[in-house]
Nanobody
Framework: QVQLVESGGGLVQAGGSLRLSCAAS????????MGWFRQAPGKERDFVAT????????SYSDSVKGRFTISRDNEQNKVWLQMNSLKPEDTAVYYC??????????????WGQGTQVTVSS
């Protein structure tokens, strides 16, 4: 089993940037496809971005494409989500996810606790 812990959330004005981090422990992160999902109050948890085992391939939700960048470093057991040009509709709890399927926009079996991102207008 792998444990995931997100950090880096906060409050930012529209147009600003945040960098979310996800630290993995318990099992090498290189075993997993990694991803980010987000959930706003009263909404379903939605796909944001995913990155393959080596980091060679990425995929993004249409709503964040061109603004967000997912990256990983298996030596550090960390994955990041760089979020630029943030919009109020990006406000959500962001969750780190680990799985084994590629390609897929469905989540894997392991989740972090989430980190709150709030974008003010």
């Amino acid at each position: 089993q792998v444990q995931l812990v997100e950090s880096g959330g906060g409050l930012v004005q529209a147009g600003g940037s945040l960098r979310l981090s996800c630290a993995a422990s318990g099992r090498a992160m290189s075993n997993y496809v990694m991803g980010w999902f987000r959930q706003a109050p009263g909404k379903e948890r939605d796909f944001v971005a995913t990155i393959s085992w080596s980091g060679a391939t990425t995929s993004y939700s249409d709503s964040v494409k061109g603004r967000f960048t997912i990256s990983r470093d298996n030596e550090q057991n960390k994955v990041w989500l760089q979020m630029n040009s943030l919009k109020p509709e990006d406000t959500a709890v962001y969750y780190c996810n680990a799985g084994t399927m590629w390609p897929s926009r469905l989540p894997g079996n392991f989740w972090g606790q989430g980190t709150q991102v709030t974008v003010s207008s």
